[in-house]
């Protein structure tokens, strides 16, 4: 466990923790119990693990797999199949994994998985399937289901946030991040525990989810026949919310939330618009107190009880210990501060700073259009006035960056780099590509704005928006550079 940081706000007192992991910058709460997650399949038997999972999950799970598959002999090593949904690209890319001559990550996109609710029985039947189809010499020896699998760490980590005291008093109230519902039901957990130990904490939980899109309120799953017996279809579900990691139809474990809220628990559905202000919430307190709270929207929805319509609205008083639990940073979502930040600086340093000239409003709207051409950007027009201190290294410095992290996910990236390395006899894999010459990451970075030309012109995803604009910009920057 973690205590990140207190604060007072209107004579409330806020307690801010999340479970402790490794200290990468890409940890998330998904980490903690990875390796845990494993050995118990193992020792259920199984060698072939399988996990629904929107990116962080399954990627906790293959890295835990990795290290637990170093140095063990063919037959006893484990294989994953990732189940996600159509239009995962990103995630697919990301969760594939192939070591010492072994295909131990596979993910599995289910097509219907927003028209279909999947049972734990049919996990099991599609990694069989998929495993069978794909490594046919692989045996299988078992399979399990690890999807809301509760690792002990979780349980324990829990226990230690709720036995902190606060001058000589434990939390009145924690607020919880719920998606399936994993943390809240270790935390429940835990709660059981420490009475049974006769200590007297009588903390609340205030489950947050976001406004209309978890099953604690609605129903989404319905049972349906068809010529295979009773399926279960997702019915009246869209997912708009900003804390996308915390929308689901249904979870195993929904039978366990009603419990909790049965024991007095209360879940409190909250707004887009109080998912964005407790996120920005988040980050401005983090920078005030110098904390880390760089977090995506879904992992600090608990800052929404800053909001005193909410903390009326639960009963919290002047004087209360009020704990927010916050869920790690995440790996395949961009947090609303970061998205505001990058549209900011777009706008000051690419807009404010192109001369009103027929030549700058044309590159503006070329840039729009996601027209984008390396002679025209390389012409001697003097468009951009920038600072004297921007430098060549900097500014490759963050092509090479973004790169990095477009191409695992990406396969236009891939295509986009082999193309352009291949007009110059060499391979990008294991190349020292920092020292590449800067005008050869321009080539590729154009190459794939023209590869995603019409994704450009159709993006509706702001994360996208900004990755393309901010590519864009960075090969601006080193063509005024190098005229100069």
Aim: glycine residues 8%; proline residues 4%; hydrophobic residues 35%.
């Amino acid at each position: 466990m973690q205590k990140i940081l207190s604060f007072d706000r209107n004579g409330i007192h806020y307690h801010v923790f999340q479970f402790n992991g490794d200290s990468r910058p890409d940890n998330t709460i998904k980490d903690i119990g990875a390796h845990e997650t494993i050995e118990h399949a193992v020792r259920q038997g199984a060698n072939v693990i399988v996990d629904i999972t929107s990116g962080n999950y399954g990627e906790a799970l293959r890295k835990a797999a990795l290290d637990y598959n170093e140095g063990r002999k063919l037959e006893d090593r484990v294989k994953l199949v990732h189940i996600i949904g159509p239009d995962s690209q990103k995630v697919e890319l990301g969760l594939k994994d192939y070591r010492n001559g072994f295909n131990y990550s596979v993910p599995y996109v289910f097509s219907d998985m927003e028209t279909r609710w999947i049972t734990p029985e049919d996990r099991v039947e599609i990694a069989g399937r998929c495993v069978s189809k794909n490594d046919p010499d692989f045996k299988i020896k078992g399979i399990l289901d690890v999807t809301h699998h509760m690792p002990i760490e979780y349980v324990t980590q829990s226990e230690e946030v709720l036995g902190q005291t606060f001058n000589g008093r434990h939390l009145d109230y924690l607020a919880l991040p719920v998606g399936t519902g994993r943390t809240i039901t270790a935390f429940d957990m835990a709660l059981g525990n420490i009475r049974g130990r006769g200590i007297p904490v009588n903390t609340k939980f205030m489950g947050i989810v976001p406004e209309g899109e978890n099953p604690i309120y609605h129903n989404f799953v319905v049972p349906r026949i068809s010529g295979n017996g009773i399926e279960y279809v997702i019915e009246n579900f869209n997912s708009t919310s900003k804390a996308d990691k915390l929308s689901c139809p249904g979870t195993d474990l929904l039978p366990r939330l009603r419990e909790i809220q049965e024991k007095g628990s209360t879940f409190l559905e909250i707004s887009n618009e109080s998912v964005v202000k407790a996120n920005t919430g988040a980050f401005k307190l983090g920078k005030k107190y110098g904390a880390n709270l760089k977090l995506e929207d879904s992992g600090s929805v608990g800052f929404a009880l800053l909001d005193p319509k909410y903390a009326e609205r639960v009963g919290i008083r002047k004087g209360d210990n009020v704990g927010i639990f916050v869920t790690g940073q995440g790996l395949y979502a961009s947090p609303s501060w970061v998205m505001e930040k990058m549209k900011t600086e777009r706008r000051s340093r690419l807009i404010g700073k192109v001369k009103r000239t027929a030549a700058g409003l044309a590159i503006i709207a070329g840039l729009n259009a996601g027209i984008v051409t390396l002679p025209y950007l390389a012409g001697k027009m003097g468009l951009i006035n920038y600072e004297e201190h921007m430098n060549k290294l900097h500014i490759q410095q963050q092509k090479v960056q973004m790169i990095r992290q477009i191409f695992p996910y990406d396969a236009s990236m891939l295509q986009a780099m082999n193309k352009i390395q291949s007009k110059y006899g060499n391979t990008f894999y294991g190349y020292d590509y920092t020292s590449h010459p800067d005008s050869v990451l321009d080539e590729i970075i154009l190459e794939y704005l023209k590869l995603n030309k019409d994704k450009i012109q159709n993006a509706r995803d702001p994360k996208d928006t900004i990755v393309f604009d901010n590519l864009r910009f960075l090969v601006i920057q080193s063509q005024e550079l190098r005229q100069k």
